[in-house]
């Protein structure tokens, strides 16, 4: 399809319409980063509250899992960023394949945070009053598990949302409709899936490593 | 002038020396923001009568500002902002540093009322009694939502959060009352959460403390009558007619499971019968449990209590029922109240809370 | 007609001419209403949704001061009266204040106003509406179950421990903050993009760059709030304590991060009133503004320094000295921008050409009122004078002040002003005088009271109160029956102009706005010809007998 075909009524050309498309997303993203600032803000002044309690708790997450999901997310990162390039050069099917592994790895890491967390719910690691473990000695243990499941279920719900919106870019790069003409939808969808992305790796160490 | 600004200006009297202080900075504060508005508003008629519109295709010049107005525009009244922040700054720092002789109160605050006590005794409900002329420090707290311990006439306010202790500080000037009102909404009953701060001469104080502390009857200051005799109070007969006629042989008062059902937290307490059904403890049930035991009993316990019917005289029967109404675990106690009685996590002290 | 700015236009026809294909009637049908994607019809939706908002609001005001006739009960319970604030002010604020004056004019007028043909994205614009109208719709639904009585700050752990409806109205703030994310989202792009040639970033109507930085507050603060709410309604329904002290949380977090986006929200609310007085002061005084750069970047500095005072409405809550210092020292600057725009507006006047209009009238009030109760407001940061004031009708009647005196003047200015363009027609000028006048004496009578309450101690959100109160709220409610009435007035007038008003033309005002430059009601695509901005807006200095008034009134 030509490339003017996709430039709406209001904007001048497609440049001008790609450059807004791009701004907009950025400030997207910076809203998202606010929303999880509220959380990481909240466990920040806790953790320096109960920092013996907190520790405690985190070493009762399972590292190994955690550094696994890290690497899976990771990966998935440099998936979309392929899928994005290779569909800017008019290989749809190619992205398109490179999309879907992006959504196995995503899925890979919610199946594994699903496993973490039926161990956590088994094991009395629960948030605020359905907490049961008596593994915290020190005070901290079910706050701790609160901010985790919060952080950690808010973190899942925009993977599931960019798993959608990685879905129907797949679909649409494999019936062609990207090329080097027009391919900012899966730039888009890449940069959302970064920031899904880096606010893991600013959990993880948070959560599991310190 | 300062009565005449206070009353202009509605503000209660000036129960402490920081009263009117504060109340000096805010007739300043209020006298420059009328006139400012009101020089605002006269440029305003003054342009709007002088520059009217005498066409509709007249032509305006373009005026640019000079740097010299934006320079008095900007530095005018940032001057007197920062002069107002520097003269009620050092006074709200004031107002967190207590003096090291000042006498403490310990402030509970809960859902609805106030209470108050005294290191070393005695504590109350309602009625903060202070001498006049000493500093009192108050370290206060809340028992389960944020209340706000509030008294106008001293220009004093502090929340009360639950978790953390609080304190301010004030001065009376002079014996007086004044009143108390809780300034952070709390619920149904935020508007009739109110108490007195009583500001008593320094003499008066003293042999009222004393005399409060020798006293073993929890609720004597609450009383309005003065001279009233503690021994006489309904509560400190029903407990010694109940010692008397023996019920302490099945009966605890301090939630140890006896024969029979403890009396701690006993009234209006939802009890299940044995027969499945529950009931509200109040003095309808404890009266009947008095006179025909059998009729309806715990779930858990023997129907061993003997009647009292007949034995024990209406009056006497009331004044058992008003003991074991007193009879709470946040009851007032003649001892020095021992702070919150929620259920912290483990190990989580909030005296130690810094913020 | 779009007559171009740069070059002298020919005559005016002599009577005005009411365009005959405009937004409102090119397409017709409730779909093409429901499902459009122009801006200036989402404006007009937005009107009509924030006005019933307001309606309501202002119901449950008039029900507060009913109540608050006698010290004692007069016609609810407590637990009534305490919903019954709580919602006034989750109405007014949410509902209706955020996002009227952006959402109505900054929709209808933003891409006019820098030569666009419609927002940045304009399917993101209609979603914005819906996410406001299924907000309001979840609030509704929570207070028609009895809604919450926490008040509208939500305080913990009183809000997570009570036993009224809370979390609809915390899910129905949720979801109206997305709709103003991507509102903020929306405006930010089109005056980055979206500008036609000629228009640069110094020569954009003041209009856009008040309402550029609001949406710079909007993506930014919203967030916050939105986890903040997320977090209480979790407690509140799941007892995951962040807040609870029972289980090791802290009630003064929630105070911080609830205030961190509320204290911008009022900028979010103020700047577009700015927006509006800036460019309702130019045309009425038919000159160019004094010290537009002041003006400009000031919108800019409320933003940025907004951001850093939000601690200024925690001075008794327990926090450190040193917090209390920092922002009530913080506080004092951000007042300053103010007082610049002020200074501003009023030198406008100077050597200009003032005509007493409705629009002007409410300049008039709007000034007064942002003088007073902004200069409350910097009272309140002395710190030591707040200590008095915190939780009193002090507070009450300067935030009314500032919203009502300040805002709702401005919004009032700014239907007057562009509702010859909205609409094509003109509204009676002798009643909108008339009710301007009740307007103003009502609202003193209504709030200069409360700062009396506050200072002799009324404490606020009182169902009950000692006697010694009751002259003052006596006088407060009278007054809130006489603005009450002049809205009522407002609204009638303005109802039977869209259908017998005199017709407008283009320009009644003689406004060198650049939304002036084109027809009234304007064509869908805004502009029959592609408008030429070669001179800044509201630049008076020479006499353009075609850009002059259509229609004298």
Same mark, same amino acid.
């Given at each position: 399809?030509q490339?003017?075909?996709?430039?709406?009524?209001?904007?001048?050309?497609?440049?001008?319409?790609?450059?807004?498309?791009?701004?907009?997303m950025?400030?997207?993203?910076?809203?998202?980063?606010?929303?999880?600032?509220?959380?990481?803000?909240?466990?920040?002044?806790?953790?320096?509250?109960?920092?013996?309690?907190?520790?405690?708790?985190?070493?009762?997450?399972?590292?190994?899992?955690?550094?696994?999901?890290?690497?899976?997310?990771?990966?998935?990162?440099?998936t979309?960023?392929?899928a994005?390039?290779?569909?800017?050069q008019?290989?749809?099917?190619?992205?398109?394949?490179?999309?879907?592994?992006?959504?196995?790895f995503?899925a890979?890491?919610?199946?594994?945070?699903?496993?973490?967390?039926?161990?956590?719910?088994?094991?009395?690691?629960?948030?605020?009053r359905?907490?049961t473990?008596?593994?915290?000695?020190?005070?901290?243990?079910?706050?701790?598990?609160?901010?985790?499941?919060?952080?950690?279920?808010?973190?899942?719900i925009?993977?599931?949302?960019?798993?959608?919106?990685?879905?129907?870019?797949?679909?649409?790069?494999?019936?062609?409709?990207?090329?080097?003409?027009?391919?900012?939808?899966?730039?888009?969808?890449?940069?959302?899936?970064?920031?899904?992305?880096?606010?893991?790796?600013?959990?993880?160490?948070?959560?599991?490593?310190? | 002038?300062?009565?005449?600004?206070?009353?202009?200006?509605?503000?209660p009297?000036?129960?402490?020396a920081?009263?009117?202080?504060?109340?000096?900075?805010?007739?300043?504060?209020?006298?420059?923001?009328?006139?400012?508005?009101?020089?605002?508003?006269?440029?305003?008629l003054?342009?709007?009568?002088?520059?009217?519109?005498?066409?509709?295709?007249?032509?305006?010049?373009?005026?640019?500002?000079?740097?010299?107005?934006?320079i008095?525009?900007?530095?005018?009244?940032?001057?007197?902002?920062?002069?107002?922040?520097?003269?009620?700054?050092?006074?709200?720092?004031?107002?967190?540093?207590?003096?090291?002789?000042?006498?403490?109160? #310990?402030?509970?605050? $809960?859902?609805?009322?106030?209470?108050?006590?005294?290191?070393? *005794? @005695?504590?109350?409900? &309602?009625?903060? =009694?202070?001498?006049?002329?000493?500093?009192?420090?108050?370290?206060?707290t809340?028992r389960?939502?944020?209340?706000?311990?509030?008294?106008?006439?001293?220009?004093?306010?502090?929340?009360?959060?639950?978790?953390?202790?609080?304190?301010?500080?004030?001065?009376?000037?002079?014996?007086?009352?004044?009143?108390?009102?809780?300034?952070?909404?709390?619920?149904?009953?935020?508007?009739?959460?109110?108490?007195?701060?009583?500001?008593?001469?320094?003499v008066?104080?003293?042999?009222?403390?004393?005399?409060?502390?020798?006293?073993?009857v929890?609720s004597?200051?609450d009383?309005?009558?003065?001279?009233?005799?503690?021994?006489?109070?309904?509560?400190?007969?029903?407990?010694?007619?109940?010692?008397? #006629?023996?019920?302490? $042989?099945?009966?605890?008062?301090?939630?140890?499971?006896?024969i *029979? @059902?403890?009396w701690l &937290?006993?009234? =209006?307490?939802?009890?299940?019968?044995?027969?499945?059904?529950?009931?509200?403890?109040?003095?309808?049930?404890?009266?009947?449990?008095?006179?025909?035991?059998?009729?309806?009993?715990?779930?858990?316990?023997?129907?061993?209590?003997?009647?009292f019917?007949?034995?024990?005289?209406?009056?006497?029967?009331?004044?058992?029922?008003?003991?074991?109404?007193?009879?709470?675990?946040?009851?007032?106690?003649?001892?020095?109240?021992?702070?919150?009685?929620?259920?912290?996590?483990?190990?989580?002290?909030?005296?130690?809370?810094?913020? | 007609?779009?007559?171009?700015?740069?070059?002298?236009?020919?005559?005016?026809?002599?009577?005005?001419?009411?365009?005959?294909?405009?937004?409102?009637?090119?397409?017709?049908g409730?779909?093409?209403?429901?499902?459009?994607?122009?801006?200036?019809?989402?404006?007009i939706?937005?009107?009509?949704g924030?006005?019933?908002a307001?309606?309501?609001?202002?119901?449950?005001?008039?029900?507060?001061?009913?109540?608050?006739?006698?010290?004692?009960?007069?016609?609810?319970?407590?637990?009534?009266?305490?919903?019954?604030?709580?919602?006034?002010?989750?109405?007014?604020?949410?509902?209706?204040?955020?996002?009227?004056?952006?959402?109505?004019?900054?929709?209808?007028?933003?891409?006019?106003?820098?030569?666009?043909?419609?927002?940045?994205?304009?399917?993101?614009?209609?979603?914005?509406?819906?996410?406001?109208?299924?907000?309001?719709?979840?609030?509704?639904?929570?207070?028609?179950?009895?809604?919450?009585?926490?008040?509208?700050?939500?305080?913990?752990?009183?809000?997570?421990?009570?036993?009224?409806?809370v979390?609809?109205?915390?899910?129905?703030?949720?979801?109206?903050?997305?709709?103003?994310?991507?509102?903020?989202?929306?405006?930010?792009?089109?005056?980055?993009?979206?500008?036609?040639?000629?228009?640069?970033?110094?020569?954009?109507?003041?209009?856009?760059?008040?309402?550029?930085?609001?949406?710079?507050?909007?993506?930014?603060?919203t967030?916050?709030?939105?986890?903040?709410?997320?977090?209480?309604?979790?407690?509140?329904?799941?007892?995951?304590?962040?807040?609870?002290?029972?289980?090791?949380?802290?009630?003064?977090?929630f105070?911080?991060?609830?205030?961190?986006?509320?204290?911008?929200?009022?900028?979010?609310?103020v700047?577009?009133?700015?927006?509006?007085?800036?460019?309702?002061i130019?045309?009425?005084?038919?000159?160019?503004i004094?010290g537009?750069?002041?003006?400009?970047?000031?919108?800019?500095g409320?933003?940025?320094?907004?951001?850093?005072?939000?601690?200024?409405?925690?001075f008794?809550?327990?926090?450190?000295?040193?917090d209390?210092?920092?922002?009530?020292?913080?506080?004092?600057?951000?007042?300053?921008?103010?007082?610049?725009?002020?200074?501003?507006?009023?030198?406008?006047?100077?050597?200009?050409?003032?005509?007493?209009?409705?629009?002007?009238?409410?300049?008039?009030?709007?000034?007064?009122?942002?003088?007073?109760?902004?200069?409350?407001?910097?009272?309140?940061?002395?710190?030591?004078?707040?200590?008095?004031?915190?939780d009193?009708?002090?507070?009450?009647?300067?935030?009314?002040?500032?919203?009502?005196?300040?805002?709702?003047?401005?919004?009032?200015?700014a239907i007057?002003?562009?509702?010859?363009?909205?609409?094509?027609?003109?509204?009676?000028?002798?009643?909108?005088?008339?009710?301007?006048?009740?307007?103003?004496?009502?609202?003193?009578?209504?709030?200069?009271?409360?700062?009396?309450?506050?200072?002799?101690?009324?404490?606020?959100?009182y169902?009950?109160?000692?006697?010694?109160?009751?002259?003052?709220?006596?006088?407060?409610?009278?007054?809130?029956?006489?603005?009450?009435?002049?809205?009522?007035?407002?609204?009638i007038?303005l109802?039977?102009?869209l259908?017998?008003?005199k017709?407008?033309?283009?320009?009644?005002?003689?406004?060198?706005?650049?939304?002036?430059?084109?027809?009234?009601?304007?064509?869908?695509?805004?502009?029959?010809?592609?408008?030429?901005?070669?001179?800044?807006?509201?630049?008076?200095s020479?006499?353009?007998?075609?850009?002059e008034?259509?229609?004298?009134?």
């Amino acid at each position: 399809m030509q490339p003017e075909a996709y430039v709406a009524h209001h904007f001048p050309n497609l440049r001008q319409q790609e450059h807004a498309a791009r701004l907009g997303m950025w400030l997207f993203l910076a809203t998202e980063i606010l929303l999880f600032s509220g959380l990481f803000t909240g466990y920040s002044v806790y953790r320096f509250l109960y920092s013996e309690g907190f520790e405690q708790a985190s070493r009762l997450l399972n590292t190994t899992l955690g550094t696994v999901n890290t690497l899976v997310l990771i990966t998935s990162s440099l998936t979309v960023a392929m899928a994005h390039h290779f569909s800017h050069q008019g290989r749809g099917k190619t992205a398109a394949v490179l999309l879907f592994v992006t959504l196995l790895f995503a899925a890979a890491f919610l199946v594994i945070k699903g496993f973490e967390w039926t161990s956590d719910f088994h094991e009395g690691l629960l948030p605020g009053r359905f907490f049961t473990s008596t593994e915290v000695s020190a005070t901290g243990g079910p706050m701790f598990f609160t901010l985790y499941f919060l952080m950690t279920g808010l973190h899942g719900i925009h993977v599931i949302v960019g798993m959608v919106v990685l879905c129907v870019l797949m679909i649409q790069c494999w019936i062609g409709k990207y090329d080097h003409g027009y391919a900012t939808p899966v730039e888009l969808g890449g940069m959302y899936w970064h920031l899904v992305d880096l606010v893991w790796i600013f959990l993880y160490p948070l959560l599991y490593l310190i | 002038m300062n009565e005449f600004m206070r009353k202009l200006l509605f503000l209660p009297e000036e129960g402490s020396a920081y009263a009117a202080e504060v109340d000096r900075l805010h007739f300043f504060v209020i006298t420059v923001t009328m006139i400012s508005a009101t020089m605002v508003a006269l440029a305003t008629l003054y342009f709007f009568v002088k520059y009217k519109r005498k066409s509709e295709t007249q032509a305006t010049p373009r005026v640019e500002p000079k740097a010299i107005h934006e320079i008095l525009f900007i530095g005018v009244p940032l001057g007197f902002f920062l002069l107002w922040f520097a003269i009620g700054f050092p006074l709200f720092v004031k107002l967190q540093n207590p003096p090291k002789d000042a006498m403490d109160v #310990y402030v509970q605050a $809960k859902k609805w009322m106030w209470k108050f006590s005294y290191p070393g *005794g @005695p504590n109350g409900t &309602d009625v903060l =009694r202070v001498p006049a002329g000493r500093p009192v420090r108050l370290l206060i707290t809340s028992r389960d939502v944020i209340h706000s311990f509030f008294v106008p006439d001293l220009r004093l306010k502090q929340d009360a959060v639950p978790g953390r202790y609080a304190q301010t500080w004030f001065t009376a000037s002079r014996p007086g009352r004044h009143q108390v009102l809780c300034a952070e909404y709390c619920g149904i009953g935020h508007s009739a959460m109110l108490a007195e701060v009583v500001a008593m001469d320094p003499v008066s104080f003293d042999a009222w403390l004393a005399e409060a502390r020798r006293s073993s009857v929890p609720s004597a200051q609450d009383w309005p009558g003065e001279g009233a005799d503690p021994r006489a109070t309904l509560p400190e007969q029903g407990r010694r007619l109940a010692a008397e #006629y023996g019920c302490f $042989k099945c009966h605890t008062v301090d939630g140890t499971r006896h024969i *029979g @059902p403890t009396w701690l &937290d006993l009234y =209006r307490k939802s009890e299940k019968l044995e027969d499945g059904s529950t009931v509200i403890a109040d003095e309808a049930y404890l009266t009947e449990s008095i006179m025909d035991p059998a009729a309806r009993i715990v779930a858990g316990y023997q129907n061993n209590m003997p009647t009292f019917q007949g034995r024990i005289p209406a009056p006497e029967i009331a004044a058992i029922v008003e003991f074991i109404k007193t009879l709470r675990t946040d009851a007032v106690h003649p001892e020095p109240s021992k702070g919150p009685v929620y259920v912290p996590v483990t190990g989580y002290d909030p005296t130690r809370a810094s913020r | 007609m779009s007559p171009s700015l740069a070059t002298t236009p020919p005559a005016p026809p002599a009577e005005p001419v009411y365009n005959p294909r405009n937004y409102l009637n090119a397409e017709a049908g409730i779909a093409s209403w429901l499902l459009t994607r122009d801006h200036k019809r989402i404006g007009i939706m937005y009107f009509v949704g924030t006005t019933m908002a307001f309606a309501l609001g202002g119901l449950f005001a008039m029900l507060i001061r009913i109540e608050l006739l006698t010290p004692g009960p007069t016609i609810m319970s407590a637990m009534s009266y305490n919903r019954m604030f709580t919602l006034h002010g989750v109405v007014m604020i949410f509902i209706f204040m955020i996002p009227a004056i952006p959402g109505i004019f900054g929709n209808f007028l933003l891409p006019i106003m820098v030569g666009a043909r419609d927002v940045a994205f304009p399917k993101l614009n209609l979603l914005s509406f819906y996410l406001w109208a299924a907000g309001a719709i979840i609030a509704l639904y929570g207070m028609i179950h009895g809604g919450a009585d926490t008040g509208w700050t939500f305080y913990t752990p009183y809000s997570t421990t009570t036993v009224t409806k809370v979390v609809p109205i915390l899910l129905g703030a949720f979801v109206i903050g997305f709709s103003s994310i991507l509102t903020g989202l929306n405006f930010i792009v089109t005056t980055h993009t979206l500008r036609a040639p000629g228009i640069s970033w110094m020569k954009m109507p003041l209009f856009v760059w008040s309402i550029y930085a609001t949406s710079v507050i909007q993506i930014l603060a919203t967030p916050v709030l939105g986890i903040t709410l997320l977090l209480v309604a979790f407690e509140h329904a799941f007892g995951w304590g962040v807040f609870d002290p029972a289980l090791g949380g802290d009630p003064i977090l929630f105070q911080h991060m609830f205030w961190f986006y509320s204290h911008p929200a009022v900028y979010i609310m103020v700047l577009p009133a700015m927006a509006v007085i800036s460019e309702v002061i130019q045309a009425a005084a038919r000159k160019n503004i004094f010290g537009y750069r002041a003006v400009a970047f000031s919108s800019l500095g409320i933003a940025f320094v907004g951001f850093f005072t939000w601690g200024h409405h925690m001075f008794t809550s327990g926090q450190s000295t040193l917090d209390a210092g920092v922002f009530g020292v913080l506080s004092m600057f951000v007042g300053i921008f103010t007082a610049i725009k002020v200074f501003n507006w009023t030198a406008t006047l100077y050597k200009g050409a003032v005509r007493f209009t409705t629009p002007f009238a409410y300049f008039l009030g709007f000034m007064f009122f942002l003088v007073f109760g902004g200069m409350t407001g910097i009272a309140l940061a002395t710190v030591s004078l707040d200590v008095h004031w915190q939780d009193t009708y002090f507070v009450v009647a300067h935030f009314h002040f500032i919203m009502v005196g300040g805002v709702i003047m401005a919004w009032l200015a700014a239907i007057h002003y562009w509702w010859p363009k909205m609409f094509g027609r003109l509204y009676s000028e002798g009643w909108g005088l008339v009710s301007a006048v009740l307007i103003i004496l009502g609202f003193n009578a209504t709030f200069i009271p409360q700062f009396l309450l506050g200072n002799s101690g009324m404490p606020r959100r009182y169902y009950s109160y000692p006697e010694r109160f009751w002259p003052l709220n006596v006088a407060s409610t009278a007054g809130a029956s006489l603005l009450a009435f002049g809205f009522a007035i407002i609204a009638i007038y303005l109802a039977i102009s869209l259908k017998w008003g005199k017709v407008a033309g283009p320009n009644p005002w003689g406004s060198r706005g650049y939304e002036w430059g084109t027809l009234s009601p304007p064509p869908p695509e805004n502009f029959l010809e592609q408008p030429v901005f070669d001179r800044p807006p509201h630049d008076y200095s020479e006499e353009l007998p075609g850009m002059e008034v259509t229609h004298a009134t």
